[in-house]
């Protein structure tokens, strides 16, 4: 059992099941397309996603989901979207932005630990010595990578 593992054992699936705001892959320009045209769609993107965090909706729209991985920026859902809804030239940097909750947060509670930051490819975390996290809002991309690796689920993405 890993670290993730044995701290994520200790929390309940109630907290897993918090609402979240649906997030969209990072090409698009305008939200109600994915009403319009992604209906008519297979949902193709979900397929081309390298770490395989788009998901399907029952409405057959795309949205990321975190709980295992991050998105890369890869650009691959876009090229391989039918319907020009996702498209290169739109690549923008996840509108939501991604918070630490202090109360769940480990570090904050003089344990150590460095989960959310190990995997931060735009090293957006910092710590103040070792312990209590903070999120630099001009370098993260809100990719999502901190989030499936926090065990506490203390990361959560806001509007």
Wanted: charged share 30%; proline share 5%; aromatic share 8%.
């Amino acid at each position: 059992m890993d670290r993730r593992e044995l701290f994520g054992s200790l929390f309940s699936s109630k907290e897993k099941e918090k609402k979240q705001s649906v997030v969209r892959p990072p090409y698009f320009v305008d939200e109600d397309s994915f009403l319009k045209e992604c209906i008519e769609c297979d949902g193709i993107c979900s397929t081309f996603c390298e770490e395989n965090i788009i998901v399907i909706q029952e409405n057959k729209t795309p949205k990321l989901e975190f709980s295992k991985s991050g998105c890369t920026y890869c650009d691959e859902c876009a090229k391989a979207c039918p319907s020009d809804v996702l498209k290169v030239e739109y690549k923008k940097n996840i509108p939501q932005k991604i918070e630490i909750d202090i109360l769940k947060c480990m570090s904050w509670h003089d344990t150590m630990c460095f989960s959310c930051k190990d995997p931060c490819l735009e090293d957006a975390i910092e710590f103040l010595g070792m312990f209590r996290p903070s999120i630099v809002d001009d370098k993260c991309t809100s990719c999502g990578f901190c989030i499936s690796r926090c065990p506490t689920q203390a990361i959560i993405i806001k509007d």
